[in-house]
């Protein structure tokens, strides 16, 4: 079979999506917006980043590890039923990866760093508990102590991943500020970091914060789209029409993105829409009103908030993507028009959730089903020829609270509701 590898002309700007500049601005966006006790161990990562991504022994490292240990490459998986008639719709399945979400890509590869940096313990913020179980796994793996903040809401809606991290060896710390969710565990680890820095590094999970988190986190994450991009080709001889996946900080996402941006591929980043864009309970940075340019968590990128510039609250059925920021890089993809950005609410991801279940036998990360739920929408509306590319990020186990509040079951009384 010719495979027709997709790479035609599209615009300039593509060539400058692979890095930021020296001071870690994709465009007007991104940077590094710290305070100055934490200046000194930024530039120390940078440094240390770019001398360890040019070495091979490093690489070979990463490359045997998530091979051997975190089961890649990952597969990539027809859903004939949930395509029925109309475009094929693939899955990247990283819910089938260690410790069942994307997120083992960048702690295995930030946890090797720090070991290489001489560090003897993580800190890492985490809202799904996904990148905390990641964060916990690797440290027990590299005999590193580790200590994860997690806001006292997600600490409720992801019981089981508590106790997962602990079971590792972990110290969870509940975080009880603000609205007790993912942008309060962030503040929490950054405070911790300013001040234990010298024998600690902080894995932080997604594609925000200062530079040169938004490259490094991304840079580990990259390897879903390289192999879904070979993957699809071995699969179909052609590149896919579209790339969906959600968008909480942005990680999976640009996981699967990077590897296609010079391609013409149209990608779909897909926001929580929580109980509607008018309710003011949602995480759309770029689908409401509310999205404005801002500087959160070290990073200048959109954030929701009030006209005077305070960060508003979050709501999403799904906790990894309750946070009221989006990384940098995300910011660029759509000023430059090279991404687009939609949402999905609670009930419509509840619902592509449950059809998921039904239809593929595949119970998906609540996270997840919101990119589901837009790919069956777009799917309605585009013809047989079309391919579509779903980011499956993580699996569903997390979400059991959840799921049971979401359909009115008594957990306690499961048996009986079993009948």
């Known amino acids: 079979m010719v495979m027709d590898t997709g790479r035609r002309a599209i615009p300039r700007l593509c060539e400058r999506m692979t890095a930021p500049d020296r001071k870690g601005y994709f465009g007007e966006f991104g940077g590094r917006f710290v305070a100055e006790v934490l200046v000194a161990p930024l530039q120390e990562l940078e440094e240390a980043y770019a001398e360890a991504r040019q070495d091979p022994e490093f690489r070979a490292c990463v490359e045997r590890l998530r091979k051997h240990y975190l089961g890649r490459p990952t597969p990539l998986y027809l859903a004939d039923r949930l395509s029925g008639d109309g475009p094929r719709i693939y899955f990247k399945r990283e819910d089938l990866s260690h410790t069942g979400a994307h997120k083992i ?9 720090a070991a290489r940096m001489g560090k003897r313990r993580l800190i890492a913020e985490t809202g799904a508990g996904q990148h905390g ?9 590299l005999g590193l102590a580790c200590t994860v903040y997690m806001g006292a809401v997600d600490v409720e809606r992801q019981k089981p991943n508590v106790l997962w991290m ?3 060896g972990a110290e969870v710390r509940t975080v009880r500020s603000g609205g007790q969710t ?8 950054l405070r911790d970091w300013a001040a234990s820095y010298g024998d600690t590094h902080y894995l932080l999970g997604s594609v925000l914060g200062p530079h040169p988190f938004p490259t490094m986190v991304r840079d580990f994450q990259s ?15 052609r ?11 942005g990680s999976n996402s640009l996981g699967l993105f990077h590897a296609f941006l010079q391609d013409p591929v149209a990608l779909v980043g897909v926001e929580a829409g929580g109980r509607g864009l008018d309710s003011g309970l949602h995480a759309a940075r770029f689908d409401s009103s509310e999205g404005r340019l801002g500087i959160l968590h070290g990073s200048k990128t959109f954030v929701l908030s009030d006209a005077d510039g ?6 999403s059925v799904a906790a990894g993507l309750d946070y009221p920021a989006v990384g940098p890089e995300h910011s660029y993809l759509r000023a430059s028009g090279r991404a687009k950005y939609t949402s999905v609410t609670d009930d419509e991801a509840l619902e592509a959730f449950s059809l998921m279940c039904r239809s593929e036998g595949i119970i998906a990360a609540l996270e997840s089903a919101h990119a589901i739920a ?5 799917a309605g509306q585009l013809d047989r020829s079309h391919l579509l590319l779903v980011n499956l990020s993580g699996r569903g186990d997390k979400d059991i609270f959840n799921i049971a509040n979401a359909l009115g079951v008594d957990l306690s009384q499961v048996a009986t509701w079993a009948g």
Do not use: F
């Open 182 to 189: 993912l942008k309060d565990a962030i503040n929490e680890a």
């Open 239 to 249: 590149l896919p029409s579209h790339l969906v996946a959600c968008v909480g900080g």
């Open 374 to 378: 837009y790919a069956l929408k777009l």
């Open 223 to 237: 390897v879903i789209g390289r192999e879904a991009r070979e993957q699809v080709l071995a699969a179909e001889g």
């Open 166 to 168: 602990r079971l590792l």
């Open 133 to 141: 179980v990641a964060t916990a796994t690797v440290a027990a793996k």
């Open 310 to 315: 305070q960060v508003l609250p979050t709501h």
């Open 105 to 113: 890509n960048n702690a295995i590869g930030q946890g090797l760093l």
